[in-house]
């Protein structure tokens, strides 16, 4: 339980500092979309998707691989709750437009993100 744990902690560790270099590079003052979160959200969804099919096809869903990378890197790397909070900011200062846009697009192409690493996972 311990081990499970610490390799979670690690690649959970990596994921945030990765989210956070792409999301000082990508979500720059001038613009009214958080490009950054955005970008990790739709990757992360993509990465858990082809993490996940990967184990699923080799039969290795309990491995530490995929404590460290799905469990870990995914979960401290995808931003769901900055998510949330930026569009609660969106909404407060009236951008119905953009938050419509910003909802959507991340729902879509998350998942379909999601689809299709474990597509891929499947043809590797």
Same mark, same amino acid.
């Given at each position: ?34 490009? $950054?979160? +955005? =970008?990790?959200?739709?990757?992360? @969804? %993509?990465?858990?998707?082809?993490? #996940? ?5 080799? *039969? ?14 995914? $979960?401290? +790397? =995808?931003?769901?709750?900055?998510? @949330? %909070?930026?569009?609660?900011?969106? #909404? ?5 437009? *953009? ?16 689809? +299709? ?8």
């Amino acid at each position: 339980m311990i081990k499970s744990a610490l390799l979670v902690f690690l690649g959970g560790g990596l994921g945030s500092v990765c989210r956070y270099l792409i999301s000082k590079a990508l979500n720059s003052n001038g613009t009214v979309l958080p490009w $950054g979160t +955005f =970008t990790v959200n739709i990757l992360g @969804s %993509f990465l858990i998707g082809l993490f #996940l099919g990967i184990a699923i096809k080799n *039969n290795t869903l309990n491995s530490t691989t995929n404590l460290i990378l799905a469990t870990g890197f995914c $979960g401290g +790397f =995808t931003t769901f709750s900055t998510f @949330s %909070f930026e569009n609660q900011a969106l #909404l407060r200062s009236g951008d119905y437009y *953009n938050f419509a846009i910003y909802v959507l697009a991340t729902l879509i192409i998350g998942i379909s993100s999601t689809f +299709f690493g474990l597509f891929l996972s499947k043809i590797s």
